[in-house]
């Protein structure tokens, strides 16, 4: 499943050169593909920082695919900040950018050849009752479907998070 | 919870901060925290003889027994 970029690439490349060939203009196939790949550019020059959340995950943004979580825990928010940033450091996950102010994180999967990669947005919030949530968002960067890595990114994490509070 | 971590009441009788601590025994100050607020959901024995050498005392005195069960 992480070889879809890789065909993705391959089919763009093939579509472009038939275009090509049947309108006999570089140009047609150029602007065919212009928005997709602007967007994929502009999404992996934007990913590293928290201002542009909301860009990411805007109901409007029909070509990301974006996947929600929420869990609980007795740990306090500001605690737990600081737990999640440490689980992220000794993980498979980027940490990419921390909003302390507002318990914020963004820390996402490495962009290369094969996968575009995905951001992944956590925000702590403390209840009534004194536990904490935390909302996990993960979003691809391009592609409206993640091929289940959004959902593998949360269990990717879950399990990090809980192995980390055998201590 | 039922079994609660008294660190802090040890830390205090050592006159011990927890950045200290957690330089001692190599576990993170994030860590000790957790734990010391009972938190963490389980402990590693090599963590536990760590501290209790650390802070020079029996693991009794760091982990209690409260039945919650009646309140």
Known sequence: ?167 | MAIVVNLDVMLAKRKMQVKELSAIVDVSVVNLSILKQSKAKAIRFSTLEAICKALDCQPGDILEFVDDTNT
């Open chain 1, 1 to 167: 499943m992480n070889k879809v970029p890789l065909l993705f690439t391959l089919i763009f490349f093939v579509l472009y050169k038939v275009i090509n060939h049947y309108t006999g203009e570089t140009w047609i196939p150029l602007l065919v593909f212009v928005v997709p790949v602007g967007l994929l550019i502009v999404n992996l020059m934007i990913r590293k920082s928290l201002r542009y959340k909301s860009w990411f995950l805007s109901s409007l943004n029909i070509l990301l695919e974006r996947k929600s979580y929420s869990t609980k825990s007795e740990i306090s928010a500001d605690l737990l900040f600081d737990k999640i940033i440490e689980v992220i450091q000794e993980s498979e996950f980027q940490l990419l950018d921390t909003d302390k102010d507002s318990l914020r994180i963004l820390c996402g999967t490495s962009t290369n050849f094969l996968t575009w990669g995905e951001n992944i947005y956590i925000q702590i919030e403390t209840n009534e009752d004194d536990t904490t949530s935390i909302q996990f968002v993960s979003t691809t960067l391009f592609g409206g479907s993640s091929w289940k890595r959004n959902q593998n990114n949360y269990e990717s994490f879950i399990a990090s998070f809980e192995d980390s509070l055998t201590i």
